[in-house]
């Protein structure tokens, strides 16, 4: 293991400060781990908690010339990290209320100008996104949702094993997610 090039959290303020890069590379090696558990724990969430550590060291170096060096460099990561997280899961309760809003005017099923050009650009919107995928799964992601066909009845009429037609579909629907994000959802409630 190699030796640190600096001892202390103030040593290392004070070299980030100056812009020195190595500085930033022990303050990543000595608090990424911490920071990533500490996020882990808090948002359950292995991906997301990635993001926010990178987020953290992110706002670390980009402030780095503004630092206080009387603040507990530890102090200062953990506090910033909940921050990232307290300001993440606010973020998320407004998205899921707007998406509740949107869920329940679409429900209620008012037929205002608003609402049907709403729903023919989000139609149009998964329809650009499903012709985007391959083939084979374009066709069986069609099959199952606007056929209406069993996994049983796709894997039959295109001489596949069910296993394949599960796979293409669950593929399918994670990349439309990733690509539409609750745009998704709402999707699925209309079809």
Known sequence: MPTPLFVSDNDLLTALKAGRSSAYKE??????????RFS?????????AKDVVQEVFTILWAKRES?????????YLYTL???????????????????????SFIQLNHATPDRLYIEKELYDQIEREIQHLPEKMRRIFEMSRKEYKSNQ?????????????????????????????????TYLIFF
């Open 153 to 185: 009845e796709i894997a039959d009429e295109l001489q596949i094993s069910n296993k394949t037609v599960k796979n293409q579909l669950s593929t399918a629907l994670k990349t439309l997610r990733n690509k539409l994000g609750d745009t998704m959802n």
């Open 27 to 36: 303050i990543y090696d000595r608090y990424w781990q911490v920071l990533y």
């Open 40 to 48: 882990r724990k808090m948002l359950q969430d292995e991906n997301v």
């Open 81 to 103: 990290t909940r921050n990232r997280i307290l300001d993440l899961v606010k973020r998320t309760k407004v998205e899921n209320r707007y998406l509740e809003s949107l869920t």
């Open 67 to 75: 630092q206080n060096t009387a603040v507990p460099l530890a102090a």
